[in-house]
């Protein structure tokens, strides 16, 4: 089981820090994406990261402002958000065995449940 935490309210120019824990499995196998949809829009990917942490990929809306990693050992992935923006807002997922290189989900991958992020003033 997946479970993502972290959000929460923050103002613009302000960091989040999400994670992703897993529980009854090994993340260290998996690649393992971040999603975020808002209200309104459809789920789009914002990061992945592979199962040897050898590579990384951003979408374009947050690059230089977030950053993946993951620990393999604690059995957890962060995102780690910086100078967030109003746009930012949404509820982040994470997900497992994420085509980094498209930065989409599978047909196989295994969902958490999100946590909401809003970026306000």
């Known amino acids: 089981q997946l479970q993502a935490s972290g959000g929460g309210l923050a103002q613009p120019g302000g960091s989040l820090r999400l994670s992703c824990a897993a529980s009854g499995f090994s993340l260290e196998w998996y690649n393992i994406g971040w999603f975020r949809q808002a209200p309104g829009k459809e789920r789009e990917g914002v990061s992945c990261?592979?199962?040897?942490?050898?590579?990384?990929n951003y979408a374009d809306s947050v690059k230089g402002r977030f950053t993946i990693s993951r620990d393999n050992a604690k059995n957890i992935v962060f995102l780690q958000m910086n100078n967030l923006r109003p746009e930012d807002t949404a509820v982040y997922y994470c997900?497992?065995?994420?085509?980094?290189?498209?930065?989409?989900?599978?047909?196989?991958?295994?969902w958490g449940q999100g946590t909401q992020v809003t970026v306000s003033s």
């Open positions: 997900a497992t065995d994420t085509d980094c290189s498209r930065l989409s989900w599978t047909q196989i991958s295994s």
């Open positions: 990261i592979s199962s040897s942490a050898g590579f990384t």
